[in-house]
């Protein structure tokens, strides 16, 4: 079994930063790539940014500029550092895993979620 645990949610002001954890545990043979998306209310799931195996990175053109996703050393907990708030990034932050088990098997796993509220 493999589970993401998030954190580094809150209320913070515009302009203003946060940085969120995801930390990865449990039978995972490799990681392909994780990520970060979003869900404001009313609004779709979005991916905002991921991380490839090689260190490769992308962002939606929403955070370009602003926000950073980063790993440890051991490539199992992923940050998001978040600069420059705006409160159009008020939402639901879910982090999002994609590998394969320690049985060869496939895996996508998410997180639970953590709110971030930015108040202009």
């Known amino acids: 079994q493999v589970q993401l645990v998030e954190s580094g949610g809150g209320l913070v002001q515009a302009g203003r930063s946060l940085r969120l954890s995801c930390a990865a545990s449990?039978?995972?043979?490799?990681?392909?790539?994780m990520g970060w998306y979003r869900q404001a209310p009313g609004k779709q799931h979005d991916l905002i940014a991921a991380i490839t195996s090689g260190g490769s990175t992308n962002y939606s053109d929403s955070v370009k500029g602003r926000f950073t996703i980063s790993r440890d050393n051991a490539k199992t907990t992923v940050y998001l550092q978040m600069n420059s708030l705006k409160s159009e990034d008020t939402a639901v932050y879910y982090c999002?895993?994609?590998?394969?088990?320690?049985?060869?098997?496939?895996?996508?796993?998410w997180g639970q979620g953590t709110l971030v509220s930015v108040s202009s």
């Open positions: 999002n895993l994609q590998g394969v088990d320690t049985t060869g098997r496939y895996l996508e796993v």
């Open positions: 449990g039978s995972i043979f490799s990681i392909n790539a």
